[in-house]
């Protein structure tokens, strides 16, 4: 890595140098087996680097590419990204199909993230493959707030309509205020019910059985993004951190460890990242 230290213990280099360094410190809240990507809202890294240094990571490619979003230091990791419900969004990479592993026949995946919400907001992407519309086009997954009732919506689709492999709608409410909680999504194709689960601050849990229309092979229709619903412009209204991508279900115990009694566990430490 073209890294060196200055005077004081700094590092010199680019913000994904310096938390691919953190990575590597051995200081891992959970084994990051699987793990494709994680943004850590590293305060001013342009674009938000994917810090994932797994075996399995999607590297530089799923390096997210900011408009217009700004960062802030008021999540418990003292730093977030802030979308601002209006046009504020990451763009991860530029391919259709490194997230092809969420919608296929072997899905098998989690997502984890630490979000506080605008519950005036209208609907927002929160993580989106997927076009909103129920169209042939919109292979993909889809990880959106509906409404301003506080509700969640995780799409698997196929290609014929929205949810047309399976969702999972909460209930109103299911936010329940516009502090920070943290939110743990898993989708295994293979169960022959319960295939979505959604935890809010490791503790309520909702979960849906698929449907009976079969996943498809193809590329999800959309770029990946985070903070618009591709395809319907819903913007998010909200912060926020540490979110991560695997391609396994996190087990119980490490989704306990990564709430962490609701003062967040950061996958990699970040010990040590140091300022410039």
Known sequence: MAVKYLAGDRLIGTAAERIALTALDGNTAIPDTSLKA?????NSSTPVPNASTSSATLGTSADAIITSMTFGTTSPFSTEGVFDGSNDKLTIGSSTSQFNFMHNSSASWTVCFWMKENLNQADGGILSTSDAAWVSQNVGINIVTVGTGGRIRINVNAGTAQGDVGYLLTANGFIPDTGWHFYSVTYDHSLGSNNFKLRI?????????????????????????????TGSN?????????????????????????????????????ASLRSE
């Open 201 to 229: 601050d490791n503790g309520s849990l909702q979960q849906a059985t698929k449907g009976s229309e079969s996943p498809s092979s193809g590329n999800a229709a959309q770029i990946a993004t985070v903070g618009v619903h």
């Open 38 to 42: 994680y943004w850590k809202f590293v």
């Open 234 to 270: 819903g913007h998010l209204g909200g912060s926020v951190t540490e979110m991560s991508v695997w391609d396994r279900i996190l087990t119980d115990s490490e989704i306990t460890t990564l709430y962490n009694s609701g003062d967040g566990a950061a996958i990699y430490s970040s």
